[in-house]
C-alpha cells in the first residue's frame, strides 16, 4: 500500500500505449492511491473516458473549455489538488508541446499550473525516440525538473524493436510508490550511515602535457552523493577530474590518478558503512611518466603501461569491510560480464549499465541500471540519474540491514 491516500493525477496521451492506462489506474489504485484523469483529444481515439471513469471512479476531463467539467473540479484546482501529475503514454507530440510550454489543450495546461512534481512516460516509434529533436525536448523538460519513467526497450506496436515502449502499469506504479515515499521521507533510510563513493575518471600522466583517461563525466557519482546526503547519510566523495559543483553537504576529495584515488580511498575506508566505486578508474597508467615533454621526432611510438591497483576489490578484500558496490559499464554481454565482477571482485552488489544504448550511461543525463547481487537481480529502468541513485541507494539500504 504504498500510495495511501496519494492524490495521483494521471494525463494520457494519445498514443496506442494508451490502452494500458487503465490496468495503470488500477494498479495505482490498488497502492491506496486516489486517482484522476485526464486525456489529451487525441487518447480518447484509443480509450474511452467512460472506461477511465469507471476505473478512477471520478468524472474524466478531457476538454478545458467544457462548462459541466469545469463546474465539478476546474482544471485549475485538479492542477492544485495533485499530489504528483503522472504523464503517460507521453508521445513525442506531448512531450514537443510540454517543452514548448504550451497550453492548447487541458493536458498541456494543467503541466503548466500544477507546482506537483510531474514525471513522464516516453511512449513512442523507436527512431521517434531517438530523434535529436525528441532527445533535446526530454533533456529539456529534465533539466526544468520533469523525472522521466523509461521508456522501455523491446518490441513495438509499430512491428519494430528499439527504445519508446511505455513501461508496464505495474512498473510505473511500483515507481510512482518508490518516487512518493522518496520524495516525503528521504532522510531516515542512510541516517547515521557513513557513505565513501569514487565518482569520474582518473586521469594518468604521460608527460606533462598529456594524459591517459576516459569519458566519464562523474555524473552518476555525484548524484549518489547528493541522493545519499539528503537521505541522511554522511557522505565522502573521491572524485577525478570532474567540471561538477560539489553536492551539497557532501565532503569531497579532489584526485587525478588511479594511485591517488586508493590513497585517499584507503585514508577514509575505516569506519565507513557503505562503499560505492562508481569511478572509471584507468585500467593502465604509464609506467614511467616522462618528465619533459615527449617530443614528436618519431612516426611511431610506443608507451609502456602498467596495471593500476583495483580500488573496488582492495575494498572488498579489507576485513570489516563496508557493505562494497561496484559499477560495470558494458556494451554486450552484461549479465555474465556483471555476474563475473561480482564474484570475482567480492563485492556485496554490482550496478550493471548497457553503454551500447544511445543517450544512456557515459556522459549521459540519463542511465538505466541493472542491479545484481549474489541471488537477485532488479531493474532499473531508465530515468534522469538523480532518481537513479535514489533507487539504487533504496535497495543498498534494504541489502545492507
Ligand atoms: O573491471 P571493471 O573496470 O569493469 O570494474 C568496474 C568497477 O570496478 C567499477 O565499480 C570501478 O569503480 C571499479 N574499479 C576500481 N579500480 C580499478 C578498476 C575498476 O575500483 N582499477
Known amino acids: 500500500m504504498g500510495l495511501m491516500h496519494k492524490k495521483i493525477l494521471l494525463g494520457i496521451g494519445g498514443g496506442i500505449a494508451a490502452y494500458k492506462c487503465a490496468d495503470l489506474v488500477r494498479r495505482l489504485k490498488e497502492r491506496g492511491a486516489e486517482v484522476r484523469v485526464v486525456m489529451s483529444a487525441s487518447a480518447t481515439e484509443f480509450i474511452t473516458p467512460l472506461t477511465l471513469q469507471a476505473v478512477s471512479g471520478h468524472p474524466v476531463a478531457t476538454e478545458m473549455l467544457n462548462p ?30 510540454f517543452r514548448a510550454g504550451m497550453a492548447d489543450e487541458l493536458i498541456t495546461t494543467i503541466a503548466l499550473a500544477t507546482s506537483a512534481p510531474v514525471a513522464m512516460c516516453p511512449a513512442m516509434n523507436q527512431q521517434m525516440y531517438q530523434h535529436a529533436a525528441t532527445q533535446d525536448n526530454l533533456t529539456m523538460l529534465q ?40 520524495d516525503a521521507t528521504p532522510a531516515p533510510l542512510l541516517q547515521g550511515q557513513q557513505l565513501l563513493i569514487t565518482a569520474g575518471p582518473t586521469r594518468e600522466k604521460i608527460d606533462p602535457v598529456r594524459y591517459i583517461s576516459n569519458h566519464s563525466s562523474g555524473k552518476m557519482g555525484f548524484a549518489l552523493a547528493s541522493a545519499a546526503a539528503a537521505m541522511g547519510a554522511r557522505v565522502t566523495l573521491v572524485s577525478g577530474p570532474v567540471n561538477l559543483p560539489t553536492p551539497k553537504g557532501v565532503q569531497r576529495i579532489d584526485v587525478e590518478s588511479a594511485q591517488q584515488m586508493l590513497s585517499a580511498v584507503t585514508a577514509h575506508l575505516p569506519k565507513q558503512d557503505i562503499f560505492i566505486g562508481c569511478a572509471a578508474v584507468a585500467d593502465y597508467r604509464m609506467a614511467e611518466p616522462a618528465d619533459s615533454k615527449i617530443k614528436k621526432n618519431h612516426d611511431t611510438m610506443q608507451l609502456q603501461l602498467v596495471k593500476n591497483p583495483d580500488i573496488l576489490a582492495t575494498v572488498a578484500a579489507q576485513e570489516n569491510r563496508p557493505f562494497t558496490v561496484g559499477f560495470a559499464a558494458e556494451t554486450d554481454h552484461l549479465e555474465q560480464y556483471a555476474r563475473d565482477k561480482l564474484q570475482r571482485k567480492r563485492i556485496d552488489m554490482i550496478a550493471a549499465n548497457d553503454i551500447s544504448i544511445p543517450n544512456q550511461g557515459f556522459n549521459a543525463e540519463r542511465n538505466a541500471l541493472k542491479v545484481f547481487t549474489k ?7 531508465s530515468t534522469d540519474k538523480l532518481s537513479l541513485a535514489i533507487q539504487l541507494l533504496q535497495l543498498i539500504a534494504n541489502y545492507k540491514k
Open 68 to 97: 459541466a467539467a469545469e463546474a465539478g473540479m476546474s482544471h485549475i484546482e485538479l492542477a492544485r489538488w495533485a499530489e504528483l501529475f503522472i504523464v503517460a503514454p507521453a508521445t513525442a507530440n506531448l512531450l514537443a508541446r
Open 143 to 182: 533539466s526544468r525538473g520533469v523525472t522521466l519513467w523509461g521508456p522501455g526497450i523491446g518490441s513495438q506496436a509499430c512491428g519494430e524493436i528499439g527504445p519508446g515502449r511505455m513501461l508496464e502499469p505495474l512498473e510505473i506504479a511500483e515507481l510512482a510508490s518508490r518516487f512518493l515515499q522518496a
Open 375 to 381: 541471488d537477485d537481480c532488479h531493474e532499473l529502468p
